[in-house]
Nanobody, 128 residues
């Protein structure tokens, strides 16, 4: 059974950068599409973007385009979310999630109903 653990959250000043990691254990991440989500105070959980298991497909929410980058290395069983030019409104709990996609190397999704494995989240605080 795949397990996901996020790390890399913390306190960063406005305009700063963070790189979040999503490490897989108990099973390989190879044939899973990975999505990133966040829940900021007062708002529902929202999708940030996703990456297919082949890395050939990445998609981003409008607020993430140009600032956030999703990548992965299947040999290291890890996916990352690089966040640049962070704003106070980016503060919240960040999650990764995975959907099995064995026969769909270009598939990825931020539909939370399709992502069956979730990490516990990592807290990002953006403040001076």
């Amino acid at each position: 059974q795949l397990r996901l653990v996020e790390s890399g959250g913390g306190l960063v000043p406005p305009g700063g950068s963070l790189r979040l990691s999503c490490a897989a254990s108990e099973s390989a991440l190879d044939y899973y599409a990975v999505g990133w989500f966040r829940q900021v105070p007062g708002k529902e959980r929202e999708g940030i973007g996703c990456i297919s298991y082949s890395s050939e497909t990445t998609t981003y929410a409008d607020f993430a385009k140009g600032r956030f980058t999703i990548s992965r290395d299947n040999a290291r069983n890890t996916a990352w979310l690089q966040m640049n030019s962070l704003k106070p409104e980016d503060a919240g709990v960040y999650y990764c999630a995975a959907a099995e996609a064995l026969y769909s190397p270009s598939y990825c999704t931020t539909d939370s109903r399709s992502l069956k494995v979730w990490g516990q989240g990592t807290l990002v605080t953006v403040s001076s």
